[in-house]
């Protein structure tokens, strides 16, 4: 579960390297090293298992959403503007979901937030690819598609995780390596946001 999140930084450190010499416009860049910065995080909680370090993996996905959003809702404008009431809503967003996360420490606090977030993401895409973009429909379904399969083979690894645990010990260690869908659940939304990013 830890070195699947490579997924999380090396693509975004690639885009944000190319992001940077193609001249493009800073709010990709910042797309790409939240991502990474999503990557590092869960690194370092699943390498440690500790409370601070389940923070830096679970703020920075609200943190990447927002600016996902942002760039969503920027995407038709003219360029080196800033849409200031956006930044402003998004920026308040993240400070309440931060203070009030760390003060109530309700796990399904912080998924109905990111799901919210992701929800306006979905949305908003769906919108593009079909009737603002429609020849970045393949690109928008296979984003959207990759991340929905970690997300359903995360939700497998939470709610068959014990007899998936009792399964693997039968099975030959790379074999079992396999079947852990949390690291599945890295891989594929990791592979879907850098998508997305691209979308």
């Not at 997924?7 to 390297?17: E, K, R, V």
């Not at 493009?24 to 601070?52: I, N």
């Not at 598609?145 to 709610?159: A, C, E, K, P, S």
């Not at 890295?186 to 990013?197: A, C, D, E, M, R």
Request: aromatic share 18%.
């Amino acid at each position: 579960n830890t070195v699947s999140n490579l997924i999380f930084i090396l693509p975004p450190i690639y885009g944000a390297i190319q992001t940077y010499k193609d001249g493009l416009e800073k709010r990709y860049l910042a797309a790409y090293l939240c991502l990474t910065a999503v990557g590092l995080g869960s690194w370092c909680f699943h390498m440690t298992l500790k409370y601070e370090m389940q923070l830096l993996d679970e703020l920075p996905m609200i943190y990447s959403c927002c600016v996902f959003v942002y760039c969503l809702y920027e995407c038709f404008k003219y360029k080196n503007t800033v849409n200031y009431p956006l930044l402003f809503l998004l920026i308040t967003y993240s400070f309440v979901v931060s203070i009030v996360y760390l003060n109530l420490k309700e796990p399904v606090f912080h998924q109905v937030m990111y799901g919210t977030l992701v929800s306006i993401i979905v949305l908003r895409s769906v919108y593009i690819v079909l009737w603002v973009y429609p020849w970045l429909r393949g690109l928008g379904y296979t984003s959207l598609t990759v991340f929905l399969m970690g997300f359903f083979l995360w939700n497998v690894d939470n709610i068959f995780c014990d007899k998936l645990r009792a399964l693997r010990e039968k099975m030959p260690p790379v074999v079992g390596a396999v079947t852990q869908f949390h690291a599945w659940w890295h891989i594929l939304t990791g592979l879907g946001s850098y998508l997305h990013i691209l979308l």
